[in-house]
Nanobody, 126 residues
Framework: QVQLVESGGGLVQPGGSLRLSCTASGFTLEHYAIGWFRQAPGKEREGISCISPRTGFTYYADSVKGRFTGSRDKGKNTVHLQMNVLRPEDTAVYYC???????????????????WGQGTPVTVSS
């Protein structure tokens, strides 16, 4: 059974950091890419990053480039998203999803991802 479980969300002050994790089960992580998406209230789902666990290749949307960093933990079938210099506009529910590739093409097309986690909320507020 394919599952993705996000963790690490929470409340943080502007300028602070959080580290999200996405733990996969039921499939071999290295055979796929993992995308990170977020959805703020009243807004469309936004693709912000992806990682190819086999190679470590990462891609970032302009909105998070230079602040967010993706990584993989092969031993735990888990990928992470380190989020630094958080802003109030980063407030959203964050999701990871399984996809076939990592590029701007993929993170701008949520339909390219077949399994999604349940999401973890991130609130950036003072």
């Amino acid at each position: 059974q394919v599952q993705l479980v996000e963790s690490g969300g929470g409340l943080v002050q502007p300028g602070g950091s959080l580290r999200l994790s996405c733990t996969a089960s039921g499939f071999t992580l290295e055979h796929y890419a993992i995308g990170w998406f977020r959805q703020a209230p009243g807004k469309e789902r936004e693709g912000i990053s992806c990682i190819s666990p086999r190679t470590g290749f990462t891609y970032y949307a302009d909105s998070v480039k230079g602040r967010f960093t993706g990584s993989r933990d092969k031993g735990k079938n888990t990928v992470h998203l380190q989020m630094n210099v958080l802003r109030p506009e980063d407030t959203a529910v964050y999701y990871c999803a399984r996809g076939g590739g990592c590029s701007n093409y993929f993170i701008t097309r949520p339909r390219e991802y077949d399994y999604w986690g349940q999401g973890t909320p991130v609130t950036v507020s003072s």
